[in-house]
């Protein structure tokens, strides 16, 4: 059950997502749409093209890449809005991969710059310690026991 601030934690006790986990994932799914939909639209562009024609993997093949890890990113913004732990460690993961993947193929390395900056600095408030509070059962199970009766 997807709720927009809150998780349920059995009947017992509700838990407030931290708001910079809020924050960071609504961008998440609000980028990742707008990426996907302007990568769909745009798929036949000529100055898109051209740009895409520096580096030394085909556009078919980036574009591909691209569906695959905005469609990632997506359904993990979504998991992490539903406190799901293991969603905070694909998009870290799959965020270096894509990184490290970008820096060994483009031909200009500064363009990376902006997106790995903002992955540093999701990854820094999905991180914090109150998202590890949030994100944590253990914590959670501990809250809802202390609810009286």
């Not at 556009?59 to 913004?77: D, H, K, P, R, T």
């Not at 590890?132 to 253990?138: D, G, T, Y």
């Amino acid at each position: 059950m997807l709720v927009f601030s809150k998780v349920f934690v059995g009947n017992l006790h509700v838990v407030k997502r931290p708001f910079l986990v809020t924050i960071s994932c609504w961008f998440l799914v609000i980028g990742s749409l707008s990426a996907l939909v302007s990568s769909y639209l745009g798929r036949n562009d000529p100055a898109m093209l051209a740009g895409m024609g520096h580096s030394v993997i085909p556009a078919e093949v980036q574009y591909a890449i691209l569906m695959f890890s905005m469609g990632i990113n997506l359904v993990a913004a979504v998991a992490m809005l539903q406190r799901q732990r293991g969603a905070r460690t694909a998009y870290l993961v799959w965020g270096g991969i894509d990184i490290a993947f970008c820096l060994a193929t483009l031909p200009l390395k500064m363009d990376v710059l902006p997106g790995a900056l903002m992955f540093a600095v999701i990854c820094a408030f999905l991180y914090s310690p109150k998202s590890n509070a949030w994100f944590s059962p253990r914590k959670a199970a501990n809250d809802a026991c202390m609810t009286p009766a």
